[in-house]
């Protein structure tokens, strides 16, 4: 079955997230096990990396949500699915997905979905829009927060003939090494960084949007200086605005009202995330919404990190608390600021505990090749 099995993912944007990352594992994890990988995207940054020898890649507008476009990107991808001989298509967002549920049904091919997220719904309209990603033969969940989700939410859109299961995400643990890391790297993001390795690093990565937590982090912050009485560490806030100019200024005045601009650094990017976590010694996720996963937390533990992030979404699951990392009531700034200063005061003994452990939770659990092979064999089920 392996040498005839031809899988097709489409996604909007091959960029840096989990969603995309996880397309990106994959595609290149089925050549290695003699089967044919084909992408359907719009663009983005990842797309450098592909190994075009083992992937082909079809660039159309599936990040649309225009009605005319989803059709017509389907009737393409019907195309590519008969020319290719394609065995399933596996949709990673809702408006590809529309296009590819009518290519597969067209085609009579198996079709796979991938619910990386909570998609927030205030209407029957939007919630209708979702359904699509539960209307496949194989529905993966990244976490059991999200299985419960859907579930709760979209039990109608269910039956006998699909097979709802949970598939965790799994990062690169060979990227996601400290031992990989060496001094003279560390050194040169720290000047980039502007930063003096005097006092320890706390670090808050995340794109810069309301939800991920970075006002509750700032006010966390002040109220750590207050208990100490002094500022004891540097706080680096990691991620870029996508254009969220007004609430960029907002985290900025919010910071200066408290006083934090000699100890703050704003950073738009970084390039070797694994080296920003390795000079980092404390990192926190704030989200006040639910991480679907919670990339954040599973990439510290991976570096040996001490990590704290709110109990909400897929931390619960990644986290194993007071043993890997620290959990903390979600949005209240005053239970953040406790267990900073709580890891602050740990000696390196404990801190090295914690770190050995979170590593060996990430290996043994939330490893990409655990996640390859795990989506791989469902889809020779599947197709079986």
């Given at each position: 079955?392996?040498?005839?099995?031809?899988?097709?993912?489409?996604?909007?944007?091959?960029?840096?997230?989990?969603?995309?990352?996880?397309?990106?594992?994959?595609?290149?994890?089925?050549?290695?096990?003699?089967?044919?990988?084909?992408?359907?995207?719009?663009?983005?940054?990842?797309?450098?990396?592909?190994?075009?020898?083992?992937?082909?890649?079809?660039?159309?507008?599936?990040?649309?949500?225009?009605?005319?476009?989803?059709?017509?990107?389907?009737?393409?991808?019907?195309?590519?699915?008969?020319?290719?001989?394609?065995?399933?298509?596996?949709?990673?967002?809702?408006?590809?997905?529309?296009?590819?549920?009518?290519?597969?049904?067209?085609?009579?091919?198996?079709?796979?979905?991938?619910?990386?997220?909570?998609?927030?719904?205030?209407?029957?309209?939007?919630?209708?829009?979702?359904?699509?990603?539960?209307?496949?033969?194989?529905?993966?969940?990244?976490?059991?927060?999200?299985?419960?989700?859907?579930?709760?939410?979209?039990?109608?859109?269910?039956?006998?003939?699909?097979?709802?299961?949970?598939?965790?995400?799994?990062?690169?643990?060979?990227?996601?090494?400290?031992?990989?890391?060496?001094?003279?790297?560390?050194?040169?993001?720290?000047?980039?960084?502007?930063?003096?390795?005097?006092?320890?690093?706390?670090?808050?990565p995340g794109r810069l949007?309301?939800?991920?937590?970075?006002?509750?982090?700032?006010?966390?912050?002040?109220?750590?200086?207050?208990?100490?009485?002094?500022?004891?560490?540097?706080?680096?806030?990691?991620?870029?605005?996508?254009?969220?100019?007004?609430?960029?200024?907002?985290?900025?005045?919010?910071?200066?009202?408290?006083?934090?601009?000699?100890?703050?650094?704003?950073?738009?990017?970084?390039?070797?995330m694994a080296l920003a976590?390795?000079?980092?010694?404390?990192?926190?996720?704030?989200?006040?919404?639910?991480?679907?996963?919670?990339?954040?937390?599973?990439?510290?533990?991976?570096?040996?990190?001490?990590?704290?992030?709110?109990?909400?979404?897929?931390?619960?699951?990644?986290?194993?608390?007071?043993?890997?990392?620290?959990?903390?009531?979600?949005?209240?700034?005053?239970?953040?600021?406790?267990?900073?200063?709580?890891?602050?005061?740990?000696?390196?003994?404990?801190?090295?505990?914690?770190?050995?452990?979170?590593?060996?939770?990430?290996?043994?659990?939330?490893?990409?090749?655990?996640?390859?092979?795990?989506?791989?064999?469902?889809?020779?089920?599947?197709?079986?």
């Open positions: 079955m392996s040498s005839d099995l031809k899988v097709l993912q489409v996604i909007p944007k091959l960029g840096y997230g989990g969603a995309e990352t996880g397309c990106y594992d994959i595609a290149h994890y089925l050549p290695e096990n003699n089967c044919k990988s084909f992408i359907v995207t719009s663009g983005g940054e990842l797309l450098k990396f592909v190994d075009r020898k083992k992937v082909k890649i079809f660039r159309l507008p599936v990040q649309s949500k225009n009605p005319l476009l989803i059709l017509i990107n389907a009737f393409i991808l019907i195309g590519i699915i008969l020319v290719y001989n394609i065995s399933l298509v596996h949709a990673r967002s809702r408006a590809p997905a529309w296009s590819c549920l009518l290519a597969t049904k067209i085609t009579g091919r198996k079709f796979v979905t991938t619910f990386h997220g909570t998609y927030n719904f205030k209407s029957n309209i939007k919630k209708s829009y979702n359904s699509v990603m539960t209307r496949a033969d194989l529905i993966i969940a990244g976490s059991n927060f999200i299985f419960s989700h859907i579930k709760k939410n979209y039990s109608k859109y269910l039956n006998d003939k699909k097979k709802l299961m949970v598939i965790f995400r799994g990062i690169n643990v060979d990227y996601f090494d400290p031992t990989t890391k060496i001094e003279i790297d560390e050194k040169k993001l720290l000047k980039k960084w502007d930063i003096e390795k005097d006092k320890k690093i706390i670090l808050l949007t309301s939800w991920k937590g970075q006002e509750v982090f700032i006010e966390a912050i002040n109220l750590v200086n207050i208990e100490l009485g002094y500022e004891a560490f540097y706080a680096v806030i990691l991620g870029s605005d996508q254009g969220r100019d007004l609430y960029k200024k907002k985290l900025i005045r919010l910071s200066e009202q408290y006083r934090l601009s000699k100890q703050i650094r704003f950073i738009d990017h970084c390039k070797d976590y390795k000079v980092s010694d404390i990192i926190v996720s704030a989200s006040t919404e639910p991480e679907a996963f919670g990339r954040v937390a599973v990439e510290a533990q991976s570096m040996e990190k001490p990590i704290i992030a709110s109990n909400i979404g897929g931390s619960n699951e990644t986290i194993i608390d007071e043993k890997t990392g620290f959990l903390y009531e979600a949005g209240n700034a005053k239970s953040l600021s406790n267990k900073i200063l709580r890891t602050l005061n740990m000696d390196e003994t404990l801190l090295k505990s914690i770190g050995n452990e979170g590593r060996k939770n990430i290996v043994q659990k939330f490893n990409v090749e655990k996640m390859c092979f795990s989506t791989y064999s469902e889809y020779k089920r599947l197709l079986n």
